[in-house]
């Protein structure tokens, strides 16, 4: 009786420790199962932040480079009109110096020694002034050229 007892109480605990068992081999797949939907997901979610950053700091190269660009145009254009007004001036400074040289030329030969002294020092000052206005388009040239390359540098920089 007392080995049946034992027999039956020894089948009933392997019954309930292979139950125990496979109930926890069940809880045990469902959370690697569980883990490694999360972790899927996650590296999913990861692949696509990184794939958004990629994207988004690949538009700000384009649009950097744009600016730069734009700026370049901008500032190539700037310097053209400089250039171009300055050599307007120079123009100017030469027609002026043509018309001091046609009146002296009309004017009588009684004034002619008091004229030409009057023009010598005009022409000395006008030429004073073209090479005053000469070095100052230089000067602002090399500084808006400075200018460019810093920004170039900078916009490489970055």
């Given at each position: 009786r007392k080995?049946?007892?034992l027999a039956k109480h020894l089948s009933e605990t392997e019954k309930a420790s292979k139950e125990s068992h496979s109930r926890y081999q069940n809880e045990l797949r469902k959370v690697k199962e569980e883990k490694e939907s999360i972790l899927q997901q996650h590296l999913l979610e990861?692949?696509?932040?990184r794939e958004n950053l990629k994207k988004e700091h690949e538009e700000h190269l384009q649009k950097v480079k744009l600016d730069l660009q734009n700026h370049e145009i901008n500032s190539q254009e700037q310097l053209s009109e400089f250039k171009q007004k300055h050599q307007n001036e120079l123009n100017e400074i030469e027609n002026e110096?043509?018309?001091?040289?046609?009146?002296?030329?009309?004017?009588?030969?009684?004034?002619?020694?008091?004229?030409?002294?009057?023009?010598?020092?005009?022409l000395a000052r006008l030429e004073e002034e073209k090479k005053t206005l000469q070095q100052k388009h230089e000067t602002d040239i090399n500084s808006k050229h400075a200018d460019l390359i810093?920004?170039?540098?900078?916009?490489?920089?970055?």
């Open positions: 080995k049946k007892f990861s692949e696509n932040a110096k043509k018309l001091i040289i046609e009146r002296i030329q009309i004017e009588s030969k009684d004034h002619l020694i008091d004229n030409t002294a009057k023009f010598e020092a005009s810093s920004i170039q540098e900078f916009h490489e920089s970055n």
